[in-house]
């Protein structure tokens, strides 16, 4: 296997763009090209106002500064960053399917497909292509199926390589990997990969298996997260219930060392990009396979997580007197977690669209979403027309602005700024009683007893 000078990256997302922008920084004889066929987000990666960059992570911008331009690039040209490429790295979206047989469960590969074929098509040389988009088990067959069958001659070896950083916390999770997950058949190529990653992370942390493997381990690793999210949930549930704690409940049992404290946060629902497509896929796979007590059990789920979401907004309703017609109700967030600003199935989009069935006022304060992404959330669920989604929801760029008048306050996302808040202040400006519904266990009840708020918070 000759040594690789030159990787390319399809794919300049939230996983492709900090993932390759790492890799260069790590390997400075590398020369490592993120394309895209979306010309806009190629444009925002090669700003030179890096505070306009498509994705925002936390020092993401200071390893862009350092790698882009010297061995870190972003390009269109798809076709000759391929030719170029000693490594292809896939890295496009898989969502789930919207149409057809699995339609609402498995994964859509169209996307993957249509790079399997631009690859084959325009490879003059033999190619390492390495899968990182999270993929049903046995893509890695229908890739090399692609490339083996259309290719003139060329020889290929698929890698998946599954990748494992969270948003927020993407630039610290790649320079500091629990572990990097290779599967492959070739030693080789195998090998090729993990000199990549040796640059940074020590041998014991790049865990070698075989194709299946590695595809298989990612789709677990998401639903036990996603698990366990679920599984605190639904205790909270049974803490309102009863008058148990969620939070010293999940501190008790994340004491036991089998356990462990991490992922057990009670909130209004885990959203994200990841969690619920790979639970789905997993869920799809299993059926395939006839395994429906296996694919019930992960369903299970999912449904646990809309239950908490639907949940909380009739908890609002309800709580108001079983009415929020025409009643504003500020949100506190919208991303799907804090220190990003990405929204896929964040919860407060579903949250939102049961008030909006109900005719409430929503008015929204993200520090990191614009006012386009949250009505095109709105619109992608297509409930009501685009025109009702405008009527019934503003978007405001200062939350002062989200509370001034407002019946009540939801909070969707952690954001430590909301902590800060001159609580004291908002309460003068709201409505009477002022509820706080609070999703993300994140305020001070006390202080916001003491100044007079009806607060409701999960599992309390
Ligand atoms: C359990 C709890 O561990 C303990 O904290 C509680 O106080 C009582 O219940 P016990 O039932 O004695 O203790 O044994 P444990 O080691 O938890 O095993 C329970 C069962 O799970 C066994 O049949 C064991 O074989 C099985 N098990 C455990 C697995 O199949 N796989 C595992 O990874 C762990
Ligand atoms: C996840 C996995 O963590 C990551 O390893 C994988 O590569 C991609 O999917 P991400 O979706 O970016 O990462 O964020 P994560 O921190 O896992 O949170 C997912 C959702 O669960 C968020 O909505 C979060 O708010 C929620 N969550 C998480 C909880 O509600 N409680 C918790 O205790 C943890
Ligand atoms: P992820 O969270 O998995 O990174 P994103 O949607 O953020 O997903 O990023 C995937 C990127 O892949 C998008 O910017 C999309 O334009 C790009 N993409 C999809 N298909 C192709 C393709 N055939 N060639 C080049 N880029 C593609």
Redesign the pocket.
């Known amino acids: 296997m000759k040594q690789i000078k030159k990787i390319t990256c399809i794919g300049a997302g ?2 492709g763009g900090p993932t390759m922008s790492v890799i260069a920084q790590k390997n400075p004889h590398i020369q490592v090209t993120v394309v895209d066929i979306n010309q806009a987000r190629i444009a925002a990666w090669n700003e030179e106002d890096l505070s306009k960059l498509p994705i925002y992570e936390k020092g993401l911008d200071a390893v862009v500064a350092e790698a882009r331009g010297r061995n870190l690039f972003f390009d269109t040209d798809v076709d000759k960053a391929i030719e170029e490429a000693d490594m292809i790295f896939i890295s496009v979206n898989t969502p789930t399917k919207t149409y057809g047989k699995g339609k609402g469960q498995a994964a859509d590969l169209k996307f993957i497909e249509l790079c399997a074929r631009q690859i084959a098509e325009v490879a003059k040389d033999d190619k390492i292509v390495v899968e990182k988009s ?1 993929l049903p088990v046995r893509t890695a067959e229908t890739l090399k199926s692609i490339l083996d069958n259309t290719s003139s001659g060329v020889n290929f070896h698929v890698l998946s390589n ?9 630039i610290a ?1 790649l320079h500091n990997p629990d572990r990097v997950l290779i599967g492959g058949e070739n030693t080789e190529a195998i090998n090729a990969l993990v000199g990549i990653y040796a640059s940074w992370v020590p041998n014991e942390r790049i865990l070698t298996t075989n194709l299946w493997s590695s595809e298989l381990s ?1 789709l677990v ?2 639903a036990f ?2 698990q ?2 679920s599984s ?2 639904a205790v909270s549930e049974l803490c309102e219930a009863t008058g148990a704690n969620v939070d010293e409940v999940a501190k008790a049992v994340g004491m036991d060392s089998r356990i462990g404290p ?14 619920q497509k ?1 639970i789905l896929n997993l869920v799809y796979i299993a059926r395939s396979y006839n395994l429906h007590a296996v694919a019930d059990y992960w369903e299970q789920v999912i449904i646990m997580n809309d239950h908490q979401k639907t949940r909380f907004a009739e908890k609002i309703i309800q709580t108001m007197y079983n009415t929020v017609n025409g009643k504003q109700i500020a949100f506190l967030g919208w991303a ?3 220190d ?1 600003n ?1 929204t896929r ?3 407060a989009i579903y949250v939102a669209d049961h008030l909006l069935d109900e005719e409430a006022q929503v008015v929204v304060y993200d520090p990191k979403v614009s006012a386009a992404q949250v009505y095109k959330d709105l619109d992608a669920l297509g409930t009501r027309a685009p025109e009702a989604n405008r009527r019934l929801v503003k978007v405001v760029d200062n939350a002062y602005e989200a509370m001034d008048g407002a019946h009540a306050i939801a909070v969707l ?2 954001w430590e700024a909301f902590k800060t808040y001159d609580w004291a202040q908002i309460k003068e400006g709201m409505k009477k009683p002022a509820f706080v519904f609070d999703g ?1 266990k994140l305020l001070d009840r006390k202080q916001l007893e003491e100044l007079g708020f009806k607060y409701y918070a999960i599992g309390e």
């Open positions: 939230y996983v999270t599954p990748e494992f950083l969270a948003e927020g916390t993407a999770d990612k690793a998401n997260l996603a366990r999210v605190i949930n991490k992922f057990l946060k009670a909130s209004v629902g885990f959203g994200g990009s990841c969690f790979d799907f977690k804090k990003t990405d199935e964040s919860a996302t952690e993300r």
